[in-house]
């Protein structure tokens, strides 16, 4: 099983990046994709996951500038982040959950500089 991500990378305040991340080997269906984040010191927390109808959940720090869209017929999940902030500087992982296990990316690191 294998998740891999990409897009991650150095972006100004108010700039937008997307993340990718693809998912194989995974031979069940895949109840939810979605992405975490994580700083030093910090607990990782949920940023925004969809399941396999794209109904969305984003944290409440990033309603109305993040957008997530699953391809499910090829394992993918794409994030879209417009309007960044410094605070959303962090490692952001992608996750898959699939008949109680769950899959995590190894990460990619996001920096928005102020």
């Known amino acids: 099983v294998q998740l891999v991500e990409s897009g991650g990378g150095l972006v100004q305040a108010g700039g937008s990046l997307r993340l990718s991340c693809a998912a194989s080997?995974?031979?069940?269906?895949?109840?939810?994709m979605g992405w975490y984040r994580q700083t030093p010191g910090k607990q990782r927390e949920l940023v925004a996951s969809a399941t396999t109808r794209n109904s969305a959940n984003y944290a409440d720090s990033v309603k109305g500038r993040f957008t997530i869209s699953r391809d499910n017929a090829n394992n993918t999940v794409v994030l879209q982040m417009n309007s960044l902030k410094p605070e959303d500087t962090a490692v952001y992982y992608c996750n898959a959950m699939s008949y109680g296990m769950i899959y995590w990316g190894k990460g990619t690191l996001v920096t928005v500089s102020s």
């Open positions: 080997g995974i031979r069940t269906s895949i109840a939810a």
